[in-house]
């Protein structure tokens, strides 16, 4: 009807829905004021079966919903993906899948329900994940911390250096006795970051068995840090893998009697509201987790285009030096 109406052929009009750039503009012209008076809006099913696309991307996100919706980082990740894609013909899909689910998460994404996939806060249990790319376009928000992962796609900040960079920030400012509460060691930034910290004291000489283990929480790092302070050992400097366990460190600390950064000059990661509303605020390394949602959206958008897209994206993180160390 709207090839008829604009005196067309119905390859033209599809050309045209599809914003080929083959249509000259006054055909475009033509082809729209006829599609607009025949309010003709393209029928998305009828357009996957003779494109064999779903124009869907899945967001699997292997954590639980409490931790999802919490989590500053995760949210603002996410709202980097949803804005990429607002002015494209994408829609996004949300999986929060878990160990008890990853074989239907894997079923759906397998079954032709989306195009692609994104993955952020993976763990190296979530092996699913992993082989995914062998049969679907996949992007990773973070590095693959299996072998076998190695030729995935992933977009993530240089989290070694940036650990590096905030104990280093530390050093300077005369402490020696530094601890550092670390991520979980089955995610890369709880490994890369704990790393960062290591070499840094190492450059120097320094002891590196002032170390504990949280989960990315709040309770997890105030737990930490009751686990450090009770080992008895002098500790005068606190490098902490994220914001919000730095928080629950800090609550600890002034349990104690301490002071920031009179006793123990404290550092974070990710620069969240965690760390700008603390007392005082928060040294803090700062990663650009907005554009690197963004960033992983295109990624994955050039993907199913078949278009060349990196591997390997790194994005630079900054150092955010606030009242916490002196």
């Known amino acids: 009807m ?3 109406l604009a005196g067309v052929s119905r390859a033209t009009v599809s050309r045209v829905v599809n914003s080929s750039p083959k249509v000259t503009p006054q055909i475009a012209e033509v082809v729209n004021n006829a599609i607009a008076q025949l309010n003709y809006v393209p029928n998305r099913a009828a357009r996957s079966l003779a494109s064999r696309r779903t124009q869907a991307i899945a967001l699997v996100v292997p954590e639980s919903t409490a931790k999802l919706f919490t989590d500053p980082y995760l949210a603002s990740v996410i709202q980097g993906i949803a804005l990429a894609l607002a002015d494209t013909e994408y ?3 949300m999986l929060i899948s878990s160990d008890t689910r990853a074989e239907k998460t894997r079923r759906y994404l397998l079954g032709g329900n989306v195009d692609g996939a994104l993955v952020v806060s993976h763990h190296s249990g979530d092996q699913s994940f992993g082989h995914l790319g ?5 992007v990773f928000g973070g590095r693959p ?5 190695s030729s995935s796609y992933f977009v993530d900040v240089d989290n070694a250096a940036g650990a590096a960079g905030a104990t280093a920030h ?3 400012t005369g402490r020696r006795q530094i601890a550092t509460i670390a991520g979980p060691q ?3 930034p709880g490994v890369d970051r704990l790393n960062g910290w290591r070499r840094t004291l190492a450059m120097h000489g320094l002891d590196q068995s002032l170390v504990e283990y949280g989960d990315f929480t709040p309770l997890s790092g105030a737990a930490a840090m009751r686990r450090l302070l009770d ?3 002098p500790i005068d400097g606190l490098f902490v893998a994220n914001d919000q366990m730095a928080a629950g460190a800090y609550s600890v600390i002034y349990e104690r009697g301490l002071t920031i950064p009179g006793d123990i000059a404290v550092a974070g990661f990710d620069d969240n509201y965690f760390g700008a509303t603390s007392t005082p605020p928060l040294t803090t390394v700062h990663q650009p987790s907005h554009e690197l949602g963004a960033m992983m959206a295109e990624i994955l958008m050039a993907l199913i285009e078949g278009k060349p897209a990196p591997r390997v994206t790194l994005l630079p993180t900054t150092l955010l030096v606030r009242a916490s160390t002196g």
């Open 2 to 4: 709207v090839a008829a």
């Open 134 to 138: 062998q049969s679907l376009p996949v």
């Open 145 to 149: 911390l299996l072998p076998g992962e």
């Open 91 to 93: 829609t996004l899909n």
């Open 231 to 233: 080992r008895g050992r």
């Open 170 to 172: 530390i050093l300077s």
């Open 186 to 188: 089955d995610m890369p």
